[in-house]
């Protein structure tokens, strides 16, 4: 594989339009972008997906793309009727029954494979500590450690049965903020020990239970880094995720696009940034000029010394790894599905039973 190849596995756009636009045509077939992230401006109904999905996949013959959705369930769910409409992450939490948790988590799964999306940006494991919190709110399970690293168990083993990829957020938490990252960078003074004790924990016992992938915070917790906000922060990414806790999946960053990154940086200095912190993948929401200059600002490091081809491996190794245990052998989904599977019965009346009892 060229380092062109390579790089090009380290980031995943999105776009606008119902069908591949030009610009995500050409940025795949020059870069080898790995993946793909879509939005409700991506998504009409079930068929428009299934041929959405097709076609991008048709684009990347020599590696299959990720292609991913933030579907949470509440107010944060990209796919609209006749996909089921699941609640909030809370609801779960208030249910407490595992069982129902990991149904979601599965039904889910379900409804993604039968359109091809192979990737969610979900659950959310932030502890809701800060009740006036912006952000998370009622995406969290709760404002318990303990509530919130089971159910996100429960929701990450349901979506990885049905060979979904669970890419938990947003680490180390952003659940004590209270400042909306989307529009500026949140800053958490809170202790080492409660960073521990509270927020942290979700996400160690995912990680003890196979979770995939991670994604990263756009906030600055000083007991971490004083400097730098996780996602740019190596001591957060490296040296604790990593190295501490022992992290061996793919690490996402959120959207390099928001405000508490775009504010102080441009793409190809956030992106450089990131991956220099231990980000496997580059995410950009949005603008795929900006993922093309993240990709040229990382072939320039490679040139200039800043960054050695072996590094780029490391990511590169983690993020095909994780293709070949979801994706490898995968066989496009039928049309069939999209009528047997999304908004079925079966996925109705769990619904009701969460929303009843």
Request: aromatic share 4%; with cysteine; hydrophobic share 45%.
């Amino acid at each position: 594989m060229s380092l062109q190849d390579k790089l090009g596995q380290l980031v995943m756009v999105g776009f606008d339009g119902t069908t591949p636009s030009r610009e995500v045509k050409r940025l795949i077939a020059t870069t080898r972008v790995g993946g793909v992230i879509l939005f409700r401006r991506n998504i009409d109904d079930p068929p428009q997906v299934w041929a959405l999905t097709r076609a991008l996949q048709r684009l990347a013959p020599k590696a299959p793309l990720f292609i991913a959705v933030d579907q949470e369930g509440g107010r944060v769910s990209r796919l609209p009727p006749p996909f089921t409409q699941f609640p909030p992450a809370a609801v779960l939490g208030k249910r407490n029954s595992f069982d129902l948790t990991y149904g979601v988590g599965e039904a889910m799964g379900r409804e993604m494979a039968a359109v091809g999306i192979n990737m969610d940006m979900a659950p959310v494991l932030d502890v809701n500590t800060n009740a006036a919190n912006p952000v998370i709110g009622d995406r969290a399970f709760g404002d318990s450690p303990i509530v919130v690293e089971e159910h996100g168990l429960a929701m990450i083993v349901g979506l990885q049965d049905r060979r979904v990829i669970a890419c938990a957020k947003h680490f180390p938490g952003h659940g004590a903020t209270s400042a909306d990252s989307h529009l500026e960078l949140p800053e958490v003074a809170v202790s080492l020990r409660q960073l521990e004790r509270i927020h942290l924990r979700p996400f160690e016992h995912a990680i003890a239970n196979r979770l995939a992938a991670v994604m990263t915070a756009h906030v600055r917790y000083p007991a971490l880094d004083p400097a730098a906000p996780a996602t740019l922060s190596k001591k957060t990414l490296t040296g604790l995720l990593r190295r501490a806790m022992g992290f061996e999946g793919i690490v996402i960053t959120d959207d390099l696009e928001m405000k508490a990154i775009s504010s102080r940086y441009d793409p190809p200095a956030a992106a450089l940034k990131a991956f220099l912190a231990g980000a496997d993948i580059l995410l950009f929401c949005r603008d795929t000029e900006a993922a093309r200059q993240a990709i040229e600002a990382l072939t320039e490091a490679v040139r200039r010394g800043r960054l050695s081809e072996a590094r780029i491996d490391l990511s590169l190794e983690r993020i095909l790894r994780t293709k070949e245990r979801f994706l490898l052998g995968l066989k496009p989904p039928s049309r069939a599905a999209l009528h047997n599977v999304i908004g079925c019965e079966a996925h109705l009346g769990l619904v009701q039973r969460i929303l009843s009892s």
